[in-house]
């Protein structure tokens, strides 16, 4: 895997692995600003003008605002249909600060210098162009604005026990999102986008997701489990000839037997960075 950051600028597609099957989202709406963005926490203040990068159904989204009202905050993703369900639960929550727009990461439609954060979880990771889309982040930055972007590096998950199903997951799950154009292990990445993309001021830190109790193991193996027969990274996976419909039971059959192991634990790592827009 080359480190040049200009790399990822030429891959044969954009397309997001994990589509947006109910298994999926059942993940993403657990998402908030303490379990995902708790790095950005302390920036965020009344008053900000705030974009969310790729927010998916919004709970992140919908959290940003309770925390900068009376600011405005705007949401942008390339689904209509998660955009549709993210603008519900701003309307659910009564958060009258907030709006949803469909827009593409490379091409905002938005005037340069119109929010002082640009925030992006698990979004560059999906991205054929990670550095063309944060000098979009850049360009409608205010000068001195905020850029806030948190990425899983897949290569740093470590389970137990050690199930031979997972490690064929995580392999298929490796080549799946590399045929889609993205980069699976982002978090390594981050600060070399970040810096080729004419930010300064950066700062690095890591977190990690960790899935051990009762609950956890059986929201997220069963939430991976069926991701790996029914959504959209099964299809993909197929289509690219990386696993077949066996190979894709054996992989879920294993997550199955994970989440039901009382001595089940698993650990993602993130990688993320605050940096800023050159006054």
């Not at 030429?10 to 998402?31: C, F, K, M, N």
């Not at 708790?38 to 940003?64: E, K, S």
């Not at 949401?75 to 827009?103: K, M, T």
């Amino acid at each position: 895997m080359s480190t040049d950051p200009q790399e990822k600028e030429i891959a044969p597609r954009d397309q997001y692995t994990h589509g947006h099957h109910e298994s999926v989202l059942r993940s993403h709406t657990w998402r908030t600003v303490e379990n995902s963005a708790a790095y950005l926490a302390p920036h965020l203040v009344p008053g900000l003008a705030v974009l969310d990068l790729g927010c998916g159904p919004g709970t992140i989204t919908v959290d940003i605002a309770r925390r900068v009202s009376p600011g405005r905050v705007v949401g942008v993703d390339v689904a209509a249909e998660i955009v549709a369900q993210a603008r519900g639960l701003g309307i659910d929550n009564g958060q009258e600060n907030v709006d949803f727009l469909v827009a593409d990461a490379y091409a905002l439609p938005f005037d340069d210098a119109s929010f002082d954060v640009v925030h992006a979880h698990q979004t560059l990771q999906h991205l054929v162009r990670p550095v063309a889309a944060l000098s979009e982040a850049l360009r409608v930055l205010k000068p001195g604005g905020l850029l806030a972007v948190r990425d899983v590096d897949y290569g740093g998950v470590t389970w137990f026990p050690a199930l031979p199903g997972l490690t064929e997951w995580l392999d298929v799950y490796h080549d799946v999102a590399r045929y889609n154009g993205g980069e699976p292990d982002a978090a390594r990445f981050l600060k070399s986008w970040v810096r080729a993309a004419g930010f300064t001021d950066v700062e690095c830190t890591a977190s990690v997701w960790c899935f051990a109790s009762d609950a956890e193991r059986e929201w997220w193996g069963e939430s991976w489990a069926v991701r790996a027969t029914e959504s959209a990274f099964a299809a993909h996976a197929i289509e690219a000839g990386m696993a077949d419909v066996d190979e894709l039971r054996a992989i879920a059959s294993a997550w199955r037997e994970w989440k039901l192991d009382a001595d089940g634990w698993m650990q993602m790592p993130h990688g993320e960075v605050l940096a800023r827009k050159p006054e």
